[in-house]
C-alpha cells in the first residue's frame, strides 16, 4: 500500500477537472452504483476521515488507497455545500439500479393511457427526490415551492406523454416507443428550475478562485440549472432513443415474440448498460465548479467586486449542482 504524501491534501481533484476525461474518471468514481450497498456505518466512518484529513490529521496506519476510498464514500453520499448525507435515493449512485428500472418500464409499458400515467408519475416523483437532494444547498427552498415543483413538472411530463401517445396512434410504431423520452425531457425542462427556483430568486453564492466569497448571482444560478438540464436530457437520450430502435428490430424476430414476458426485464437490463457509462458522462458534461466571467455578472455585483478588487478577479466561481 502506498504511504500518505505528506503535502496530501484529500480534497484535491485526483483527475484534472478542466477536462471532460479527467471529470469523466472522477465520476465514473463517485456514481459507481456498488456504493449504494455500502453501511451506513461504514459512510459514517468515511466521513470521519475526510474531517480528520481536512483538520490536518491522518488517521494513524491508513495508505493513500484507503483514504482515498473514504473520499471516494464521501463524495457519493455527502452533500458538496451541507456535508449532509443524502438521501439513497437521491444520490447519483443511485442513478443507475433507480433510473434502469423506471426507463426500462417507461419504454417497455408506453401503449396504454394508464400505464404512461403510471409510470410518468412514478418517474417524476424520483426526479424531484433527484432534484432536491443535488440542488445547491446554499439556497433552502420550503415545503410549499417543492410541492409546486413536484405538481408542475408531473402535470407537464403527463400532459406530453399523454398527448403525444394519443397523436401517435396513427403514426409509425417508432415515434410512439419515442413518446417517453419527449416527455422525460420536457419534465427536465420544468422540474430542474422549479425545485431550485430560489436559487434563480435569490442567485447562489460566487467565489473568487480561492473560495472567498464575493456575493450571490442570479446569472450564475441560470448558468447552472440550464447546465444541470442539458446534463440530464443527455443522461436519458441515448438509452431513450436508440434502445427503442434496438427493440423495435429485435421484436420482429420469431424468439422474441415467443418471449414477450422477457421484453421489459431485457429492456431493463439494457437501460442499465446505457447509463452505467452515461450517468457519470452527462454529469462530466460541464465542471463541477462552475466560472461565470466577471463581466457577465449583474451589475451591481460586478461593481462591488470591482470596487474591492480591481481587475484581481476575471471570473467567479460556484457549485451548479447536478
Request: glycine share 6%; with cysteine; hydrophobic share 45%.
Amino acid at each position: 500500500m502506498a504511504a500518505v504524501p505528506l503535502n496530501f491534501d484529500i480534497d484535491a481533484p485526483r483527475w484534472d477537472q478542466s477536462t471532460f476525461v479527467g471529470r469523466l474518471r472522477h465520476f465514473l468514481n463517485i456514481t459507481d452504483p456498488r456504493t449504494v450497498l455500502v453501511p451506513e456505518q461504514e459512510l459514517d466512518q468515511a466521513q470521519a476521515v475526510v474531517a480528520s484529513c481536512r483538520a490536518g490529521l491522518v488517521p494513524p496506519g491508513s495508505s493513500q488507497e484507503q483514504l482515498l476510498y473514504a473520499k471516494k464514500l464521501y463524495d457519493s453520499a455527502f452533500h458538496p455545500d451541507s456535508g449532509e448525507k443524502m438521501n439513497l435515493i437521491g444520490r447519483m449512485s443511485f442513478q443507475v439500479p433507480g433510473g434502469m428500472a423506471l426507463t426500462g418500464c417507461m419504454l417497455q409499458f408506453y401503449r396504454t393511457v394508464p400505464a404512461v400515467v403510471f409510470w410518468q408519475w412514478v418517474n417524476q416523483s424520483f426526479n424531484a427526490i433527484v432534484n432536491y437532494t443535488n440542488r445547491n444547498a446554499a439556497s433552502p427552498i420550503s415545503l410549499g415551492q417543492i410541492g409546486v415543483a413536484y405538481v408542475t413538472a408531473t402535470t407537464t411530463a403527463l400532459a406530453t406523454a399523454v398527448g403525444l401517445n394519443l397523436y401517435t396512434k396513427r403514426a409509425p410504431p417508432l415515434l410512439a416507443r419515442w413518446v417517453p423520452f419527449a416527455a422525460v425531457a420536457a419534465a427536465n425542462c420544468v422540474n430542474i428550475p422549479m425545485m431550485r427556483q430560489q436559487e434563480i430568486i435569490h442567485g447562489v453564492t460566487v467565489t473568487d478562485e480561492d473560495n472567498n466569497e464575493l456575493g450571490h448571482s442570479r446569472r450564475a444560478a441560470v448558468k447552472g440549472i440550464a447546465q444541470v438540464v442539458v446534463s440530464r436530457i443527455t443522461m436519458a437520450a441515448p438509452g431513450m432513443i436508440i434502445l427503442p430502435i434496438i427493440m423495435e428490430r429485435l421484436e420482429k424476430f420469431p424468439f422474441m415474440q415467443r418471449i414477450r414476458v422477457l421484453h421489459a426485464p431485457l429492456q431493463v437490463l439494457l437501460c442499465g448498460g446505457f447509463l452505467l457509462f452515461m450517468v457519470p458522462a452527462a454529469c462530466a458534461l460541464f465542471p463541477q465548479r462552475c466560472s461565470l466571467a466577471l463581466a457577465d455578472l449583474e451589475p451591481e455585483l460586478r461593481d462591488s467586486i470591482m470596487a474591492k478588487y480591481g481587475d484581481k478577479v476575471p471570473y467567479v466561481y460556484f457549485n451548479k449542482g447536478l
